[in-house]
């Protein structure tokens, strides 16, 4: 089961899935969204991200739960997912919303013999960078061999274009991946105060990204699992 599975992260999630040969299950949060995932992936059975109905629809499907949770939503929506879990599950958490909040889960969902795991690729690129790098050309070999591919639609902006672009990531209407090219760029690009509440927190002379970074590089923006990644790609 991927939840709000049409951004970047859930895209990918469902073609490594196919790509091992696993059923697939997906949430998304409009009807638009639950029709992309089922003409562009062929997942036969798509539900709302947005309430809980999604709950008794799996039910129905897989009466004996199901054996993976990709997780990216929060509060009840996030309880109400754990009680899907087969024996021995597992849930991969990748929202952090509950997890800064201090968000209170029932131990006893856990008797089934289920697994809690909470991902954070931020830190893992510093505790852990030999792993990264496992996963990287693990993932590469699969891009030349076609069994992974770009996400759709990637939506490329310009540098001006910058608030737009995260307003618009933010906003939960989003499927794919945002791009920025700002490939020698020689400008830090720059984001006001008013804005940086509703998008990062921004550093004391609102800089978001520096030039360094604006000269090097491409900036991919994906939304959905817990609020915005930031990557930068050469």
């Known amino acids: 089961l991927i939840h709000a599975a049409t951004g970047a992260a859930g895209q990918m999630c469902i073609q490594y899935c196919q790509y ?6 997906a949430t998304a ?4 969204k639950r029709r992309f995932l089922r003409e562009y992936y062929g997942i036969e059975h798509v539900f709302n991200s947005r309430d ?7 039910r ?21 997912s754990i009680k899907l879990l087969a024996y021995h599950g597992h849930l991969v958490e990748w929202g952090k919303r509950d997890i800064y909040h201090n968000s209170n889960l029932s131990m006893f969902q856990s ?3 289920i697994s809690f795991h909470v991902i954070d690729f931020a830190r893992l690129v510093d505790l852990m960078l030999p ?5 990287l050309e693990e993932a590469i070999d699969l891009f030349v061999q076609c069994k992974l591919r770009a996400v759709e639609p990637t939506v490329s902006y310009e540098p001006s274009e910058v608030i ?36 990062l927190k921004v550093v004391s002379d609102n800089a978001m990204f520096s030039s360094e970074v604006c000269n090097e590089g491409t900036i991919s923006i994906s939304g959905g699992f817990g609020g915005l990644g930031l990557t930068m790609s050469r």
Do not use: W
């Open 164 to 199: 737009e672009a995260l307003l618009r990531c933010n906003s939960g209407q989003v499927t794919g991946e945002a791009v920025f090219r700002i490939s020698s760029y020689d400008q830090p690009l720059n984001i006001h105060k008013i804005h940086s509440n509703s998008l």
């Open 20 to 25: 091992i040969d696993a059923r697939v299950i």
């Open 52 to 58: 809980t109905s999604f709950v008794n629809n799996i």
């Open 131 to 135: 792993l990264i790098h496992i996963m």
């Open 60 to 80: 129905q499907i897989l009466p004996q739960g199901v054996d993976v949770i990709v997780n990216s939503l929060s509060g009840n929506l996030l309880k109400e």
């Open 111 to 113: 008797r089934s013999d």
């Open 29 to 32: 949060g409009t009807e638009e």
